[in-house]
């Protein structure tokens, strides 16, 4: 959450030279192309439901990726995260059962007193593509969950991020290729690494060791982790309300990753 969070604040100096969605795109074709020569996943060792289940998951990452710029684009970020964390703390409504309920409705009220939505205008395209983000978030939860048990280290990876960056490349990179200079594309590689390769390889490996209930809970606590960037790098202090929506979502938090461990996976199945 650290990674995603100094990578996005670290994105920021892209946005007037390429836009917010370009900006996506550069950070995903890097990662495609990073991971695909460092891991140089083989076609035998995938199954044709685990190699499908990366593809999907490809389709995904891009979608969580560009929707949520576009809505950053059209509401204020308190609105757009609130209305996006409603994917993984839906995951843990529904994966959680009733007796673990109190952690995501805990976590749920810590997010609405971080991000205060009720601030600044809305625009009903803003809130739709915030909706689009939620869907997605909620599906890469689940389906980075079946890759990291169906395929070993992170060579489900190595196929999903290939086709995020492809699917983002037929949306958003026409319209991006004019404004690419040298320095943009080395600023891109390094922003690249910071995210998505590294947060998205260790969610892979976190989903291995929890529930996704436990870890839809957890993700919860990134508004935090974002107000603590915020002040440290950005000089912009929390008021009252902040501080009481960290409080719930910490101890929401250690709730969900206590009660949230997993049995140990089945090893990934032996391609013939």
């Known amino acids: 959450m650290f990674c995603v969070q100094l990578g996005l604040a670290a994105s ?8 917010p969605e370009g900006a996506a795109w550069l950070r995903l074709a890097w990662a495609g192309v990073l991971l695909l020569l460092l891991v140089r996943p083989r076609p035998s060792a995938f199954t044709r439901s685990g ?35 409603l994917g993984p703390l839906g995951v843990a409504v529904v994966r959680g059962g009733r007796g673990r309920l109190r952690w995501p409705v805990l976590a749920a009220v ?45 060579r489900g990876l190595a196929v999903s991020m290939p086709v995020a960056a492809l699917v983002a490349t037929i949306v958003v990179g026409p319209s991006t290729f004019g404004h690419l200079t040298a320095d943009v594309v080395v600023i891109g590689l390094g922003l690249a690494v910071l995210l998505p390769v590294v947060p998205f390889s260790l969610e892979l490996l976190a989903l291995r060791r929890l529930t996704s209930a436990a870890f839809g809970t957890l993700m919860s606590l990134e508004p935090a982790i974002a107000l603590l960037v915020g002040l440290v790098a950005l000089g912009q202090v929390p008021g009252a309300a902040a501080l009481v929506g960290v409080a719930f979502v910490v101890v929401a938090g250690i709730g969900a990753e206590r009660a949230g461990r997993r049995e140990a996976p089945p090893g990934p199945p032996v391609a013939p």
């Open 51 to 85: 190699l499908l289940a990366c593809a999907v998951l490809g389709v995904v990452t891009a979608g969580l990726t560009l929707f949520f710029m576009a809505a950053v684009a059209r509401l204020p970020l308190g609105t757009a995260s609130a209305l996006e964390f």
């Open 110 to 154: 810590g997010v609405v007193l971080l991000t205060e939505p009720w601030r600044g205008t809305v625009d009903l395209a803003g809130v739709a593509f915030a909706l689009a983000t939620a869907v997605c978030w909620a599906a890469y939860i689940l389906l980075t969950q079946r890759v990291g048990d169906e395929v070993a280290g992170l």
């Open 12 to 19: 920021v100096g892209l946005f007037d030279r390429v836009g």
